[in-house]
């Protein structure tokens, strides 16, 4: 089970930082981040750390997006900065283990322009 948090409000330029823990089971993580959903778009990698650790980025985030994640590797938050109008949809955590796709339940980004 993937558990978020963090989501809101704020105006833009504003900053976000949302949480996403790994919880009711051990899990033996591959892949760990944060995709969204905006209005009339298909879901998207937002950011990620990948199965060799690396990060990766949409190319809209990068500089003012970063993901970090817990020493056990079972917690990962997205520090969101320099927040657009764009940046506006729902945020949600996902978790590849042991071949399989976890997806938590989403949390609602708003930024007013």
């Known amino acids: 089970q993937l558990v978020e948090s963090g989501g809101g409000l704020v105006q833009a330029g504003g900053s976000l930082r949302l949480s996403c823990a790994a919880s009711?089971?051990?899990?033996?993580?591959?892949?760990m981040g944060w995709y969204r959903q905006i209005p009339g778009k298909q879901r998207e990698l937002v950011a990620q750390?990948?199965?060799?650790?690396?990060?990766s980025y949409d190319d809209t985030v990068k500089g003012r997006f970063n993901i970090s994640r817990d020493k056990t590797r079972t917690k990962v938050y997205l520090q969101m900065n320099s927040l657009k109008a764009e940046d506006t949809g729902v945020y949600y955590c996902?978790?590849?283990?042991?071949?399989?796709?976890?997806w938590g339940q989403g949390t609602q980004v708003t930024v007013n322009s």
């Open positions: 996902r978790a590849v283990s042991l071949g399989t796709t976890y």
């Open positions: 750390f990948g199965a060799d650790s690396s990060t």
């Open positions: 009711g089971r051990r899990f033996s993580i591959a892949a």
